[in-house]
């Protein structure tokens, strides 16, 4: 878990999150919350991504997409890089 390491994941770079067109045209927003297991290379393993909570079933898939595609400077014990387990909200808003 994040608490127990030195330095916490940071992220060094993202994609645009997409908003699905069908609830953006509706107006729906919503929030996804995330959990994944980053690496010691900073990505996001991809069978331990995992939607914990969600406002609309139709963010999921594009909130799962994202945090794939995700950068982060690896979390970090003693200096050397350790996985780490994450919590991740995402908001989906209009503008």
Same mark, same amino acid.
């Given at each position: ?18 908003? #699905?067109?069908?609830?953006?045209? =509706? *107006?729906?927003?919503? +929030? ?9 290379? &900073? @990505? ?12 609309? #079933?139709?963010?999921?898939?594009? =909130? *799962?997409?994202?945090? +794939? ?9 003693? &200096? @050397? ?15």
């Amino acid at each position: 878990m994040e608490a127990v390491v030195d330095e916490k994941p940071a992220m060094l770079s993202a994609p645009q999150l997409v908003y #699905p067109d069908l609830l953006r045209q =509706a *107006r729906i927003e919503g +929030r996804v919350i995330v959990r994944a297991i980053i690496d010691t290379m &900073g @990505r996001a393993e991809a069978n331990s991504i995992k939607v914990l909570e969600s406002s609309n #079933p139709g963010f999921d898939e594009n =909130a *799962r997409t994202y945090v +794939r595609r995700v950068l982060f400077r690896p979390a970090r014990v003693h &200096g @050397r890089a350790v996985r780490v387990l994450v919590q991740m909200p995402l908001e989906f808003r209009s503008p």
